[in-house]
């Protein structure tokens, strides 16, 4: 089981990244995909989801009207757009696998937003 983030870099205030992560090893359309991120010195927290059954999504209030996540179950990838990104949105950013009690985590992708 795998599971590669990509797309993180630095970037200004105000600007956009987007976040893939291409999973391999399991049954990729059976899985809920969040987007996770952990920044200096506090917890990893839950930044979006999108589900496997119907793809609704949902977003931590930092996320909302700026994030936005979609999957593409044929190419076994999740992605998160993010737009007017801000200093504070800095973190690494992990991508999650979950299905009942199976669940996955990558090895995270490194977003700093600053001028």
């Known amino acids: 089981v795998q599971l590669v983030e990509s797309g993180g870099g630095l970037v200004q205030p105000g600007g956009s990244l987007r976040l893939a992560c291409v999973a391999s090893?399991?049954?990729?359309?059976?899985?809920?995909m969040s987007w996770y991120r952990q920044a200096p010195g506090k917890e990893r927290e839950l930044v979006a989801r999108i589900f496997a059954a119907d793809g609704t999504t949902d977003y931590a209030d930092s996320a909302k009207g700026r994030f936005t996540v979609s999957r593409d179950n044929a190419k076994n990838t999740v992605y998160l757009q993010m737009n007017s990104l801000k200093p504070e949105d800095t973190a690494v950013y992990y991508c999650?696998?979950?299905?009942?009690?199976?669940?996955?985590w990558g090895r995270g992708t490194q977003v700093t937003v600053s001028s």
């Open positions: 999650n696998a979950r299905f009942f009690s199976a669940e996955y």
């Open positions: 090893g399991f049954t990729f359309s059976r899985y809920s």
